[in-house]
């Protein structure tokens, strides 16, 4: 028993009518000869990045004094090559954009853009490697589960995503559009933590669990700031023009100043919403609006309904002692 | 300084120890001549699937006019394969625990009404693409942060999910088992986006940042609905037969109706709760009742405790203008 | 047009400064002639052990009577090659580690010890598969959803991470360092749900949907529990020492007994918390002390604020025959 | 400076030309839904058998008397799938071609033929082991550069091309067709010689060096017989029918007995051609008929002319004490 | 016990020394940024136009007419781009060659010149598909251990080898430097058989079993030719220029008119011989001059010196009945 | 129509009778804890070998001299590692054979060893570099159809077999053991050339095609010797001792002088045979005794046997200006 093969002779068919759909106003192909940036590029830039600001962890285990300088040199060398051909083509690809989608240009030299940004980022990962130092000590310093800081680098998803996180905002202060987002996006996936390539985070950043959490565009947030899962970091209402368009690039998000916590679930919104520093934010708590430096902000006597138990449901109101 | 190779001479023992446990009142191996499904297939099907959908992003950046055909051509023919397989051994792995996992089935030719099924499926994909078409549409117009439709193919894991979804849901509708359901979980797996595939869902819908979203099997959204993370559209409690046996097969889920927004974390409870046309539901709200269409329901004043900080903590309380 | 290979020529230099940075009291990286575990290699054996404890689901679809001794002998004899180089590694940079990062042990032998923890993992897989033959059946009894056991072993990402969970709480129970981590955390982000190794569960332990899902190193829960989405058993504040540094090891996370569910997004916390038998924890709840067994804890009343709408405000709140 | 795409609108219009010459009476397509055997599958199943001939060689090194079973079980189980899908293919397109072409049999269940073949093939592998024992001893003991049979069942070319005539000779016994020559063909590109799977060859047998060495379909060859590179062990002329065309399987090559020698880029030709036992042939010596037992056949007084040297060219004949 | 650390210090050092030596003036480095063409591309480039020229055979069993126009499309697109990519490498090289290694030429549009020559490529492949259908009847004809023309193709290295130059022959008249030599190269690695490019080869051309075979740049070949294993068609001395340099260019190698049939091991040697139209060169034979049409040449009483038998050595004569 | 599942019941039974055979006395296994040398990792040595050795070409296309030196330092790091291990296991595997295959050897410290000999064979790549570049002008001044050096690095099977024997022999002179000729074997398969590693061959050394080339264990061969395809350099008959076994380790084939040319098919024989500097041995030579310098030797009227011809048969003898 198999399948019979002259109802194969409806695919061809099938091809021309599914081809047919693919016009130019179709906002879901992208043919032609003007490539988009590759997905799967842009995650070996990720690995290939992280090879480097980690030497020894993950891909290779057997780096040493002996050949460190020739595993980063080849890496820098294909980095080079990566970054140029992938930045150029989502430079050509924005410009196409920005001109209501032309033909593709040819007059404009994109892959000398783009390599002056490669090698620019490149030169930006010294600093990379000592700001993401400081985020390993602050995870070491924050969870008492950890014994040593190469497990943080090993396997602390916060810190996989506050890499990348870095990473990609570099490439937005370059201005290299698409690449940023497409990099934030994988982290997303691979930790559940959805922090926007254009948000500022001071150094010794440290999200535990961080599943859940959403940092947006246009936060603002300090040092030795501490967040755990399913925090948002989001927006209000978005303002339309007259037309009805969202507004876009206003800030939405709001501030959170050095040496803040936010426990899990918490859900600040706001682009005039200010925490300020040495706050502690609750979990679950839900503000809206701007916190005094020094406050600690916790869900108070939640309703809860009881049954089946004899103990009077005050009983479960927080514990007069909680501390954060 | 190595392992001592007298010690694996216990191996052998502890591998028929092993082997001995697999029988067949066992729930978790399956061994026989019926395979299951293969789940490595059914992700190869997912993509190649996509690369239809959405030509010219992602596996392959140089489609063009002049091989767009072959490109879709050879899609359509190799999946016309790969689906009647997989389906057929669903149906054949279906028909043995309906029949309480009799010996393989070989007098129906399962492969035949797997190529039926495989077949129809792809007649569909055009009708798809348009769907999918307006659910970019909703993500481009819905977030503030998107500056073209082509980012939302790109990186956006809500369309991702929604995409995988739309798939599954085909298949669902087919009668397809087994298939539609590891379609979603990859999905789930890869976004953090768990959408049942039997729920039923209308165009233009969108879901922001995503992690933690559930949408369950018996939910009905209508057209223009755009959910964030962590929002579940779950049930209440199942009830259960005489015998204390979940009964299934009932609406449990929601229903979300048109141009609905429901904010992060909200959790809408019940089969037969309704949030009608044009509603928000704010974030963090719990519901499981009815809300009438045009209603806005936020969380108010949230009790909360205030230390160390010298404002009242009723100030802590939503902005007066507030709007979501 | 294409990159100006003058330009390259600077990339050298920008490899030495790299490489500088690189010194011995450098929290990042990891050079040296001890290498750390390997990644792949970690998560390779957990692709292994999947295969023996459910074998004919996921990579081998064609296993019977007549070949399974041979494919479980073959994994066997591999998983005891690479667990002992695996866990040996782990010791030796254990061992580092708490002499203080000191030159290569080389008059210990790693070996002999990791090769004995690893036949004694592989002596635990008859017992491991019993106990989550209880959790396929658990996952079976507890979703509506669910057609077959089958499916749970397929693509239930809340049973994907406790097979993870107590693979590595055996490894953690031999006192094999930094491995078990690694393992919860690839489950993690397979499947948004952490669970740390160090954690107490449990037969007929069921997690449904899970994303979010957060379950801390010391937490303690009994038999035939079940946990939705978005639910953090966690702690409360760290207790510091007298130098303001984390006290390790103490029981932070709370205790959950036999027979509760938790439903979603509810959040558990510390470690003297303790949730009595057969008690129910509605959704979105968060609790921080203790409940007596059998009682029900709902979120009651919440203050909903309603705009544009006719129906009052009061009637948005749970209904009276809200039965979770 | 890159390719103009305009350049590649003329190309669909080459594919059509091209798929236009594929004809149904065209000798350089197979088109249609009867494929034949997969080349890159019966190398797959060459390399699997001689996993099992030569256990702990090439391509596994670490096999052992604790895990040889489960290795040997694995390959077993999969040649058995592997062959009986190759010779049914093989076995349908015979048919095809005898039957001049016809559509695709669908009557004939060609698999269940394969299975029986397959299995018998399997049967053999013991048998074809005590051979092929035979021909590494004959390598050793003819080579004096060989230090260890293992180097034969390493390295040595001939041994190479011997073990492949010998699987496909027996698959041409249980009338295989195709495949035999398929192996043989692949043998002839790793290692340079052609040895016919028709042929017959007893045991002890080694080629030195062996390549450009040719042995036809109908040679008998005995025991303990020794080739070396370049040898032909040909045809004469073929005859012909009143057609003019060939007479196929008459046998054409010669018959070598037991214990003879051929050195280098010797030429024996002819069905009715016999080497008796115990002869020499000599290096470049070039024969067409038969030479009785015990014969050494050697070049004499080859006519060489010299040049440029003051010593005759007489004595450039073979020395007196040659002996081969 | 393992390798000792310390004695890998010595290998950056050892690195160096191997560097130094990279010098412009060295003639097995090639640094810079014209790279040459790829040799791994330029043997997918055959593989490729294999698939296109014999479609359904070795690497795609399951073309049939609902597919194949797909498979080609998409292979021809491919190929335009490899293709493209390939020889404009090696017309750069060639042009830095000539103008004695100068930096890379970067005013000359060798991509736009390689696309014009990889499409006139193209468009000659329904030509070759006619030219190797002849070579493919003339394997078929003059094999009687041929049963169908599907062996040919799949299995003959005779016909691969001569697939491959004619292949690389059309690359050598559109003057694509380089290239056509690395192709017929890797065929002389996969069939032993050494067809240089340039050579003239007419149509119906077969060589049997093939190993050793040479045919040099110059022969000039023609129809219906049939040439066996270890046949040299080469060059006498090279006439040298005053300066003592090779004169290249010259025809050094024989011509073989129509129908010629040459057995294993003939030697003919020199651009002016010419072994007229239906002669048969004799196995073994060694010729440096030309022979008239419809000349039979047969080695002739080959003197050969008998030990150990009692029949006169004469006897060992060929047969009076010969026939070639 | 499919297999029948029943039969593959009798498979284990079979595997049971594949395993018995696999005894101790067995020639044809190699099982238990000592690992013979990786055939796989041997020739990832070479392939790693010649990209150092040849920069440029091959695997890597984009070598300049910003990166060379990370290429290069990445290599031999890695080769280091892998050079060590294999040698260890050829090392330790000569050890058991010597010792009559007793158990695996502990006690001596094969890895240091091999480490020794893996670093010395690192340190003579200067030198086998200059080796090699003689042999590369060789090719290009040796064949007229020879455009550039980069032709012969690239392409030329003879260079191709002579860089291995270099590398080959370099190892056997550092007494490792096996490897050496597993290199040259595979050089053997891949170019059809077969030079045994203990050869000593001197610089500018060119072959020419080379397909069926020999060059036996004991030749000398000097400096700027040309040989062409099919040329043996072999043995004459092999020595016994009183017990029949042969007498191994003796001068068994001949000495080439400075300056030959040896053309194709020429068979020289004998290890007390010395061709005298600047001869020429003539296409299809055949000898087996001393020639004296500045010899040629050729052909002489071949006895041919002309049919069908007017012409006599004499005009068939070699041309009186014959000049090889």
Known sequence: MASDFRLKEQLPELTEQIVSTYTSDDSINHLGHCPLPSY???????????????????????LHAG??????????????????????????HEHRVLQNHKDCETDIDFEAKGQAMAIEMLK????????????????????PACQTTDEVVFCYPGFEAITVYRIAHELVQLNVPFIPRMMTEWAHKETGIDIHPGATIGEYFFIDHGTGVV??????????????????????????DADGQLIRGQKRHPTIEDE????????????????GRESV???????TRSVS??????LEKPQLKVRGSDEPADEL???VNYQI
């Not at 070996?44 to 993950?58: C, T």
């Not at 930006?124 to 969870?143: F, S, Y």
């Not at 934010?281 to 503000?287: C, H, K, L, Q, Y």
């Open 67 to 92: 050949n460190i300088r020739y595993h980063v040199g080849g890496l820098i060398d294909s980095l080079h090559d990566q970054l140029t051909t992938q930045i150029a083509r989502a430079l050509r």
């Open 317 to 319: 109101r927080p514990e």
């Open 215 to 240: 940092i947006g565009e246009t936060c603002h947030i300090g040092k030795h700031v501490k967040l755990y899962q399913g925090v948002t970091l989001g927006a209000l209402s978005f303002p339309t």
């Open 124 to 143: 930006r990962i010294v600093k990379l490697r000592e700001m993401l130092a400081t985020d390993v000590q602050a995870a070491h310093d924050g969870d």
């Open 293 to 298: 430096p020094g406050t600690t902000v916790v």
């Open 260 to 275: 803040v916590v936010v426990y899990a679930n918490a859900t600040i919104l706001g682009g005039r919403t200010v925490i």
């Open 281 to 287: 934010i609750g979990s679950s708590v839900w503000i």
């Open 40 to 62: 799967t590029a842009v995650v070996d830039i990720l690995l290939d990045l992280k090879d480097i600001l980690y030497p020894g962890y993950k891909r290779h285990t057997n």
